[in-house]
């Protein structure tokens, strides 16, 4: 299937080729046990795998980066707020050593049942609601929220994406995800992390949201984010509208051995 040529377009505009979706990215698994495989140098405990390779939860190795912005620890009370299929909740419980007190909610009810599948199948430590994170209650020391996106970073799925994507797309899931970034930083504690991350391009979901936040709550702070993945940083502006400054902070994973990603971390003063 051929690249629309707005999303051609609007990639020339962010420096990106078309290019990037004639690659493919690679997978991984996290293992305490040392492997005779390749590290992903982001994460001590991931490593690289082949094709064909089988037996634990694979992923792309991008999906840790969130994670480890987030950086939870064991005893935090932690919202996934848009958890299915589980790979973060997965991540998470791996970090913690299965001893941080997780809610994984998911608004498809399918892919709640996929999610509650994984959290079965590896023990992980996980309550599973299915409902819009939009009216999640609670009130959690760390917050992701993985938002749901257009999905232009994931190169692997390019035949998906190209079907779906347009710029009309673009502006719906913006407004969908400033709704949640809002209110997953309404449940978060003070002092509290939360961590808004998509696996696209469009600044309208991306700096656009995270510029939202921050000019509805004065107490949000953005921060830097701590991982040894190479990237750029966000986007200050975007045709023709100015953003913070602190946008800046944020980070734009662009692809390769990863798919692309975008990742903020802010935090609740």
Not at 13 to 26: K, P
Not at 97 to 116: E, F, H, P, Q, Y
Not at 148 to 171: A, Q, T
Not at 232 to 244: C, P, Q, R, T, Y
Request: proline share 4%.
């Amino acid at each position: 299937m051929k690249i629309p040529e707005k999303l051609k377009e609007r990639l020339h505009i962010l420096g990106l080729s078309e290019t990037i979706y004639d690659h493919r990215t690679r997978k991984c698994i996290l293992s305490r046990e040392k492997l005779n495989l390749e590290k992903v140098p982001w994460y001590p405990h991931a490593y690289f795998i082949s094709e064909g390779f089988a037996g634990s939860l694979i992923f792309d190795p991008v999906s840790i980066v969130p994670c480890l912005a987030l950086d939870p620890r064991q005893k935090d009370k932690i919202l996934d707020m848009c958890a299915a299929p589980g790979t973060k909740t997965y991540i998470m419980s791996f970090m913690t050593g299965n001893k941080a007190d997780i809610t994984a909610n998911d608004i498809d009810s399918r892919r709640v049942m996929r999610l509650s599948a994984n959290i079965k199948k590896y023990g992980i430590n996980a309550s599973v609601f299915n409902q819009s994170g939009r009216i999640v209650e609670g009130s959690f020391d760390k917050v992701l929220v993985d938002a749901p996106c257009s999905g232009e970073g994931m190169v692997n799925k390019k035949e998906k994406l190209f079907s779906h994507w347009s710029e009309r797309r673009i502006k719906f899931l913006s407004k969908k995800q400033k709704k949640l970034i809002s209110r997953g930083f309404e449940i978060l504690r003070d002092e509290g992390t939360l961590v808004y991350s998509t696996c696209t391009f469009a600044p309208e979901e991306n700096e656009a949201v995270v510029d939202f936040l921050l000019k509805k709550h004065g107490n949000a702070v953005v921060e830097n984010v701590e991982a040894g993945i190479k990237h750029a940083n966000g986007l200050i502006s975007w045709e023709g509208k100015e953003f913070d400054l602190r946008v800046s902070k944020c980070m734009r994973i662009l692809p390769g051995a990863t798919a692309g990603f975008f990742v903020a971390k802010i935090r609740k003063a």
